[in-house]
């Protein structure tokens, strides 16, 4: 069975920013985040072996999410100057290391992560999807597993259920299949 490998970059991304002490360069530039990200795609490289890969990141502006409901995400402080100066520098190193990098407007990257895993299913590959965000367990199944980098955990059905108390059934009534629309899928579609 074929593996796809797919990076929640925008994850990765503050995950390192926020791990890391404030590590910059001779021009006092910052590179905390862009150093952190690359570490940890180097060693999700090595750890797991995968035919097809890929590095999403949110892309800039608003989403369909916020179309939907003004005040979603209102609540949450700006991005930090620092770490906004870190997104174009890593973008272009995680394409340097030869990761594809995918970016829809006006859709999340863990919504790209999820129609992209769903669609792996679908044509019977497997998926590993690295990220911390706990939200994308609800995209467990036979087929889909998450691994974090950072607490060296997998998770497949069994450590759903046994981290948060719920199995498979139980997670799609509660949440609903994490899809996006039907006209996000088909320009994702084209993206890649």
């Not at 150093?35 to 890929?54: C, F």
């Amino acid at each position: 069975m074929k593996t796809l490998l797919l990076v929640d970059g925008s994850s990765y991304l503050y995950r390192a920013f926020h791990a890391l002490p404030d590590l910059r360069n001779a021009r006092n530039e910052p590179t905390g985040a862009i150093y952190g990200v690359i570490n940890m795609l180097r060693r999700l490289r090595k750890d797991v072996p995968a035919d097809y890969i890929a590095c999403i990141f949110d892309a800039k502006g608003k989403t369909f999410r916020e179309d939907m409901y003004p005040e979603y995400k209102a609540h949450r402080p700006p991005m930090p100057d620092d770490l906004v100066a870190q997104i174009a520098p890593l973008h272009d190193a995680v394409r340097a290391l030869g990761w594809p990098l995918l970016m829809i407007d006006g859709v999340e990257a863990d919504d790209v992560i999820g129609t992209l895993a769903h669609e792996a299913t679908k044509h019977g590959m497997r998926t590993v999807v690295s990220t911390g965000d706990k939200d994308m367990a609800q995209l467990v199944n036979p087929h889909v597993t998450l691994v974090n980098t950072m607490s060296n955990e997998t998770l497949d059905e069994a450590g759903v259920a046994a981290k948060f108390g719920v199995g498979r059934r139980c997670r799609r009534r509660r949440t609903g299949r994490r899809q996006s629309r039907p006209q996000d899928r088909r320009q994702m579609a084209v993206a890649i």
